[in-house]
């Protein structure tokens, strides 16, 4: 049997905590006693702590969209592993290619993030990808498994099991431009394998492989019936209940 789908929705840099206070009781009212797939909200981190009072009963889990590695300290305007959990989160997005480009993130940096993360607990969604130039170049498997390899580092396999992989094409994300369901596959399926090499086959079929960029109500059902897609990573999408719904409902209809 395929995995068990996981939908996360990644507000970015959206919403007062009124507004997403509102579309977290969205997705509340029609997934509080959901479990067909796993569903995961990203808000900023000014909300999430409201976010996590109104998710708390059901099934839904809250994740931050980044966090740096150290418990404590002066580090201004920095957000500990530590905090996340205090303010409820069991996720957290780390490597995301907008970090990576505006923040400077580094392989090594996403490293030091994961280790932190799963040392308090938190489940990392690491974000990897190529830029469009990258796969112009033919350099796509070459980015991917630098980024993986990178954020793998000296992580041991009972952990690295816990590990989420997001699949994001940098030239996907935000234009609209979905990669096509066989060409996401194509790295998807190279992903898995170097799992496999990484670790055990074990390993490789249960760790959870998803697709970022430009999903939509349109393309799920499409993604999600390939082999090693298992769920989404959505971006603008995810900022509007009905359409987030509508993705979370097509990544179970053949599962
Ligand atoms: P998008 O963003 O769905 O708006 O393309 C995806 C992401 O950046 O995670």
Redesign the pocket.
């Known amino acids: 049997m395929k995995r068990k789908p996981f939908i996360a929705g990644?507000w970015k840099m959206h919403k007062s905590i009124k507004e997403a206070a509102e579309l977290a009781n969205e997705i509340k009212r029609r997934f509080y006693d959901f479990d067909r797939a796993e569903i995961v909200l990203a808000p900023p981190f000014t909300a999430l702590a409201a976010v996590a009072d109104i998710i708390a009963s059901t099934p839904v889990k809250l994740a931050a969209q980044n966090m740096f590695w150290e418990k404590e300290g002066a580090f201004t305007g920095e957000v500990s592993p530590l905090m996340l959990k205090d303010a409820g989160c069991s996720y957290v997005i780390l490597g995301?290619s907008?970090r990576r480009a505006y923040f400077c993130e580094s392989d090594e940096n996403v490293n030091k993030k994961i280790k932190a993360a799963l040392r308090e607990g938190i489940l990392p969604i690491v974000c990897v990808g190529e830029r469009l130039e990258e796969r112009e170049a033919g350099k796509t498997i070459e980015v991917v498994e630098r980024q993986l390899r990178g954020a793998l580092e000296e992580i041991k396999e009972e952990e690295a099991r816990k590990i989420v992989i997001a699949y994001?094409p940098v030239w996907?994300?935000?234009t609209g431009k979905t990669a096509a369901p066989n060409q996401a596959e194509e790295v998807h399926k190279f992903i898995r394998e170097t799992i496999g090499k990484l670790y055990t086959e074990d390993t490789s079929s249960d760790i959870l492989v998803i697709y970022?960029?430009?999903?939509k109500p349109e393309n799920i059902t499409f993604l999600i019936k390939e082999e090693d897609i298992d769920g989404a990573?959505?971006?603008?999408?995810s900022l509007e209940s009905d359409k987030f719904i509508k993705i979370i409902e097509g990544a179970v209809l053949d599962v």
């Open positions: 990644n995301h907008e994001e996907a994300i935000g970022g960029g430009s999903v990573l959505v971006g603008g999408a």
